[in-house]
């Protein structure tokens, strides 16, 4: 006779608890809606703009999809803590949990958009110099790409970090972690010293103009011979050499900050050659 009311207390738990995944979730479906409905109008307003100006047509190419991924996982993310405010929600239960999830999302499509923000540094350094000589277009596109790659690198890894430090656990890791940041230093450092030092060859390269994207360079092959390349794409951390034989040989960055190579279209595109008449 006893059992009967936790019988009933625990169906209405139950019952409760569902009520509160389905109002949650009706909430989200509204809020990714309101974010859908948004990005049309966003868009709408940015197609308007990009008749007038140049720079905004870019910026359409490059985050459209993404923007409408934003701003209805963001939709989604507001609608569910809209619902769930009232709520006692602790991070161990499922909502708490889900309610976590959608915050990583939010972040990892904050991050998606702003590094394909970053592409409009190269877009207009392309477009600015159509009608400039090509050996400056050569270095305007170099440093345009090298600079995109070390924002989108810096905003990958905050993002990345941003969404680590929502968990609880992480927090109290980063916060010991703080409190040791001498020792930490200096074993990070010495852990990525060559990973650095390839990242720095790479922005020195793309500022002092020593090696541009279409470039024509001899080094030192796998067997010891010299390759004849052109320079096709200057990363953060390496260089994509495509040789004659459609060949692509990747060379440390490094390599054209310590050693020694050839350029063989430093100043202009002609080149001097040998042909023997019989």
Same mark, same amino acid.
């Not at 499922?94 to 990583?104: E, H, M």
């Not at 690198?153 to 680590?164: L, R, Y």
């Given at each position: 006779?006893?059992?009967?009311?936790? #019988?009933?207390?625990?169906?209405?738990?139950?019952?409760?608890?569902?009520?509160?995944?389905?109002?949650?979730? !009706?909430?989200?479906?509204?809020?990714?809606? !309101?974010?859908?409905?948004?990005?049309?109008?966003?868009?709408?307003?940015?197609?308007?703009?990009?008749? =007038?100006?140049p720079l905004t047509k870019l910026l359409l190419n490059r985050v459209t999809r993404s923007l409408f991924l934003t701003l209805m996982i963001l939709g989604a993310y507001l609608g569910w803590k809209y619902t769930t405010s009232g709520l006692e929600i602790s991070s161990s239960t499922?909502?708490?949990?889900?309610?976590?999830?959608?915050?990583?999302a939010v972040i990892l499509a904050f991050t998606f958009l702003t590094t394909r923000i970053c592409y409009l540094i190269e877009d207009v350094?392309?477009?600015?110099?159509?009608?400039?000589?090509? =050996?400056?277009?050569?270095?305007?596109?170099?440093?345009?790409q090298v600079i995109r790659r070390v924002l989108q690198?810096?905003?990958?890894?905050?993002?990345?970090?941003?969404?680590?430090l929502t968990f609880p656990s992480a927090q109290v890791a980063m916060s010991s972690m703080l409190a040791s940041a001498g020792v930490a230093s200096i074993v990070a450092t010495l !852990?990525?010293?060559s990973t650095l030092a390839n990242v720095f060859a790479g922005v020195q390269m793309a500022l002092s103009d020593a090696l541009r994207v279409g %470039?024509?360079?001899?080094?030192?092959?796998? %067997?010891?011979?010299? #390759?004849?390349?052109?320079? #096709?794409?200057?990363?953060l951390t390496?260089?994509?050499?495509?040789?004659?034989?459609? =060949? =692509?040989?990747?060379?440390p960055s490094t390599h054209f900050t310590q050693q020694k190579f050839e350029n063989w279209t430093r100043k202009h595109t002609q080149q001097v050659g040998m042909v023997e008449l019989y």
């Open positions: 006779m006893q059992l009967q009311p936790l #019988e009933t207390s625990s169906s209405d738990e139950t019952v409760e608890h569902v009520f509160d995944w389905l109002t949650s979730l !009706a909430g989200m479906g509204v809020g990714v809606l !309101a974010g859908f409905v948004l990005a049309l109008i966003t868009i709408g307003i940015l197609k308007l703009l990009a008749k =007038r100006q499922g909502i708490g949990r889900f309610s976590q999830g959608l915050l990583i350094a392309v477009n600015a110099n159509l009608e400039k000589p090509s =050996r400056n277009r050569s270095k305007m596109l170099t440093q345009a690198a810096v905003v990958v890894v905050v993002g990345i970090a941003s969404a680590i !852990a990525a010293q %470039d024509k360079v001899q080094v030192p092959g796998l %067997d010891g011979k010299k #390759e004849l390349g052109t320079v #096709e794409e200057i990363t390496y260089v994509v050499l495509n040789l004659y034989d459609e =060949r =692509r040989m990747i060379v």
